[in-house]
């Protein structure tokens, strides 16, 4: 395992997280019972990972429970990565559809102590806001308290993790702009690289990057979600595909899933002449990238863990090969869309 500086925090992380949200929830097609699911962390610390990243909404606290109490004699060990925002505790979740936030000092106070009581600690190293909206991004009373909390050390750090859909450019990059964070969260993939690549750019100097005119370097560590594009880049999802009804992959329409495996048809001579499959330059594709911190695959189970470990090796992909696949990407692959809006 491979490890890379989170930010301005200086603090370690792999470069493969535990994203702990699927022992909390069953929003990928599976239920991981509690006792899989510390068989789970620990294999993962086995395997070098020290982050875990969760929330305090995956089941309720039920996923920050599970970790708390499976490292709760290693905590120097890990590093504990969790979120906060929705009013978990006076709304009741329909399903998918999301609760109202709040984003108050006081609501802030009380959605950490029970996040740090749940987890058995006495302090967070990275706490983000979870899915925020602009005009929380824009709340200056919020991040001073935020950075008032630093500064007592029950959190070390803290960050922004952006919604679930593809968008959300304008609320990142004003965060990494006028806000203390050390960390951003987002949607990044082969097939999904927008809005992603303007935070990585905006990480960059003008002489790290020929196309960034900037002198300023916002050093905030990128951490990457949905790096399979829901599955499809792993192989395991194909157009006959058909999800069940909790799953929350269910919102990809059919015509996504098409257009996507023509895609990965064209960048599959990439990953042949580098000898790998489809997932590994998945995963070695964004590590290729210097700003991005740590990647966070969606694990149901130890052999898609390991699979995801065996990923952080150091042999990435050069710049032109980057520059090829960004290309690809701007110019929809060379494959004919199919989606219609």
């Known amino acids: ?11 370690k992380v792999s470069e493969i997280g535990f994203g702990a949200w699927t022992i909390g929830l069953n929003w990928w097609g599976k239920s991981i019972e509690e006792e899989d699911a510390v068989k789970m962390l620990k294999r993962a610390y086995d395997l070098g990972i020290n982050f875990f990243e969760t929330a305090d ?3 309720k606290g039920k996923s920050e429970k599970i970790i ?16 906060w925002g929705y009013d978990l505790y006076n709304n009741e979740q329909i399903g998918h559809n999301e609760i109202p936030q709040k984003h108050t000092n006081d609501f802030l106070h009380f959605a950490l102590k029970e996040s740090l009581r749940r987890l058995q600690t006495d302090y967070i190293d990275v706490y983000s806001l979870h899915n925020p909206k602009i005009d929380a991004m824009k709340n200056d009373i919020l991040f001073d308290e935020l950075d008032n909390l630093v500064i007592e050390g029950s959190i070390k750090s803290h960050g922004v993790a952006l919604g679930p859909a593809i968008g959300w450019e304008e609320e990142g990059l004003y965060a990494m702009k006028n806000r203390n964070i050390t960390s951003l969260q987002t949607v990044y993939n082969i097939l999904e690289q927008d809005p992603g690549r303007s935070f990585l750019n905006i990480n960059l100097k003008s002489s790290d990057k020929k196309e960034v005119k900037q002198d300023k370097k916002y050093d905030v560590g990128i951490m990457v979600r949905v790096p399979d594009a829901s599955g499809v880049l792993t192989g395991k999802i194909n157009e006959d595909t058909i999800f069940k009804e909790n799953d929350h992959r269910s919102y990809r329409k059919k015509e996504w899933i098409v257009e996507a495996m023509k895609k990965i048809d064209k960048i599959k001579p990439i990953a042949d002449s580098r000898g790998w499959n489809i997932a590994q330059l998945a995963i070695k594709f964004i590590l290729s990238n210097e700003p991005i911190s740590t990647v966070i695959p969606t694990v149901l189970d130890i052999e898609e863990l390991e699979s995801f470990v065996d990923m952080s090796d150091g042999k ?3 710049r032109p090969e980057l520059n090829q696949i960004e290309e690809m990407y701007e110019n929809n692959f060379f494959v004919n869309s199919v989606i219609h809006n």
């Open 316 to 318: 990435y992909l050069n």
């Open 57 to 59: 909404m995956y089941g």
């Open 68 to 83: 708390g109490q499976v490292f709760k004699d290693m905590r120097k060990e890990v590093i504990y990565s969790t979120k």
């Open 1 to 11: 395992m491979k490890y890379r500086k989170l930010g301005r925090s200086g603090i």
